[in-house]
């Protein structure tokens, strides 16, 4: 680990609009394959997915350069459906092989009206996935056999889902919060969908709607952890003044609670994440914000995370804002995903994150790791 260096990167080809990636063994080789999600903002190619499969074998210490990867192509069924944001690799169905699960908003750029008439007659992404063709002795290398399935087509945002058994019956289940920027306010709520069962699976799935509020304005993601150590997974949401806690009580039974945000924590937001970072055996809660109209002030906090303690949520800041200033709605500091792990294996999780910082006169696109310091 080289702190205050450049790590080495490995470049696995360009693609237009990419927007996400998820990893995963695809084909049963061993070998890590890279799922890539692109839209359709400003570019003639259609949206779509497609696979990289991995083509080096395994090494216990592989340099850098040992990895490479081919592109077999965008999936056919795939092809046009809206404007791909979010991907997830996870075993679906059942059958002991990846799938690839999918999100995403109507194919248009950003900057519309937040309205059903706006939205109306335009693809959508919504929620989809792919079953993988193994299941009936496919090839996965063939991009045709990657057969697609609607959970929710019609749904505005399918961006920053999290698959968890919520109910207890051994299935996956999806939880997300619609809300992006052209998502009608009237529609913005956090959602469960319920994994029907192998048998139906392929089906559209059943919807409950935890929480509706026009507070939330774009992408503002979930999270999913057992915080009350009951056995029973919690859900996580935040808006730019509270953190939502939809506590789990079995037999799909949940009971808001709002925790208002410490006013430096005020801001509008999007990633989230529940991790003990002090190791004291409880769940804490991590977020992050994204700029208002270019905006991310100093005496803002940009990375956060709420303490769980027993007298309630203690709030620390991780890095405060930038003060860098974006022209225009869509411009400015911007953090889009948390991962948390043990980076240099000291025994504390750390964040990896990565924040876009753009305007017209220059673009900063990084990824960042915090250190946990440990206590």
């Keep these: 680990l080289s702190p205050g260096s450049f790590w080495p990167a490995v470049d696995v080809g360009f693609f237009p609009n990419a927007e996400n990636a998820a990893f995963g063994d695809l084909d049963g080789d061993g070998i890590v394959d890279i799922v890539v999600v692109q839209g359709v903002e400003y570019r003639q190619e259609p949206s779509g997915v497609r696979i990289l499969f991995g083509e080096t074998p395994p090494d216990p210490v592989p340099p850098p350069a040992a990895f490479s990867w081919r592109d077999y192509g965008l999936l056919p069924e795939s092809l046009g459906l809206g404007h791909y944001l979010y991907v997830k690799v996870s075993d679906l169905d059942g059958d002991g092989f990846s799938d690839v699960v999918v999100g995403g908003r109507a194919a248009r750029p950003a900057g519309g009206?937040?309205?059903?008439?706006?939205?109306?007659?335009?693809?959508?992404?919504?929620?989809?996935?792919?079953?993988?063709?193994?299941?009936?002795?496919?090839?996965?290398?063939?991009?045709?056999?990657?057969?697609?399935?609607?959970?929710?087509?019609?749904?505005?945002?399918?961006?920053?889902?999290?698959?968890?058994?919520?109910?207890?019956?051994?299935?996956?289940?999806?939880v997300l919060?619609?809300?992006?920027?052209?998502?009608?306010?009237?529609?913005?709520?956090?959602?469960?969908?319920?994994?029907?069962?192998?048998?139906?699976?392929?089906?559209?799935?059943?919807?409950?709607?935890?929480?509706?509020?026009?507070?939330?304005?774009?992408?503002?993601?979930?999270?999913v952890g057992d915080l009350d150590g009951d056995g029973f997974p919690d859900i996580v949401a935040?808006?730019?003044?509270?953190?939502?806690?939809?506590?789990?009580?079995?037999?799909?039974?949940?009971?808001?609670?709002?925790?208002?945000?410490?006013?430096?924590?005020?801001?509008?937001?999007?990633?989230?994440?529940?991790?003990?970072?002090?190791?004291?055996?409880?769940?804490?809660?991590?977020?992050?914000?994204?700029?208002?109209?270019?905006?991310?002030?100093?005496?803002?906090?940009?990375?956060?995370?709420?303490?769980?303690?027993?007298?309630?949520w203690a709030p620390h800041v991780i890095k405060w804002g930038s003060g860098f200033l974006?022209?225009?709605?869509?411009?400015?500091e911007k953090w889009d995903q948390l991962v948390i792990l043990d980076v240099n294996s000291d025994g504390f999780l750390d964040i990896v994150a990565n924040v876009e910082e753009f305007n017209r006169l220059s673009t900063i696109l990084s990824v960042v790791w915090f250190e946990n310091p440990g206590r």
Aim: charged share 25%; no cysteine.
């Design 177 to 223: 919060n619609n809300a992006d920027w052209d998502t009608p306010d009237s529609e913005e709520a956090v959602l469960l969908y319920l994994h029907p069962g192998p048998e139906r699976v392929t089906a559209s799935w059943l919807s409950l709607e935890l929480y509706r509020s026009p507070e939330f304005y774009g992408k503002e993601q979930v999270a």
């Design 238 to 312: 935040q808006s730019e003044n509270v953190v939502h806690i939809f506590w789990n009580r079995g037999g799909l039974s949940f009971v808001r609670e709002e925790i208002a945000k410490h006013p430096a924590l005020r801001w509008r937001s999007r990633p989230i994440a529940l991790a003990d970072l002090n190791n004291d055996g409880r769940l804490d809660i991590i977020g992050a914000a994204i700029h208002r109209e270019g905006q991310l002030p100093k005496d803002v906090a940009a990375v956060w995370w709420l303490e769980q303690t027993k007298e309630g």
């Design 113 to 174: 009206e937040r309205t059903e008439a706006a939205l109306a007659g335009l693809p959508r992404t919504g929620l989809r996935w792919f079953q993988n063709p193994l299941v009936f002795g496919g090839n996965p290398r063939d991009p045709a056999q990657w057969k697609m399935y609607a959970i929710d087509p019609a749904i505005p945002s399918g961006h920053g889902f999290v698959l968890a058994d919520l109910n207890g019956d051994g299935h996956l289940d999806l």
């Design 326 to 332: 974006g022209l225009g709605t869509f411009n400015g």
